[in-house]
């Protein structure tokens, strides 16, 4: 499985970004796609995640009702809508894909995509 993220760049704060990302490959294999981040500093951080079949979705407490997690199944391709981003979303986001919704279960990674937001 390849996942191939875009999307990223600088906005202001109170801005919105949609972030994607496009999967390839043996795409049956994973069950969880999900976004994390990381920010200069700071350890990789879940961000949202949904089930692929079902469309269950879960975000992290700090995203909650801001960003909405998403996908195009018949392109493959997940999505992150931010909204009301704030300085403190500045990271680089990484898709990735798995067997679960640990951090350990997710096995492929997106090369990451960089969003700044300026106060």
């Known amino acids: 499985v390849q996942l191939q993220a875009s999307g990223g760049g600088l906005v202001q704060a109170g801005g919105s970004l949609r972030l994607s990302c496009a999967a390839s490959?043996?795409?049956?294999?994973?069950?969880?796609m999900g976004w994390f981040r990381q920010a200069p500093g700071k350890e990789r951080e879940f961000v949202a995640a949904?089930?692929?079949?079902?469309?269950?979705?879960y975000y992290a407490d700090s995203v909650k009702g801001r960003f909405t997690i998403f996908r195009d199944n018949a392109k493959n391709t997940l999505h992150l809508q931010m909204n009301s981003l704030k300085p403190e979303d500045t990271a680089v986001y990484y898709c990735a894909a798995g067997h679960g919704l640990g951090y350990a279960q997710y096995h492929y990674w997106g090369q990451g995509t960089l969003v700044t937001v300026s106060s």
């Open positions: 949904i089930v692929w079949s079902g469309g269950s979705t």
């Open positions: 490959g043996r795409t049956f294999t994973y069950y969880v």
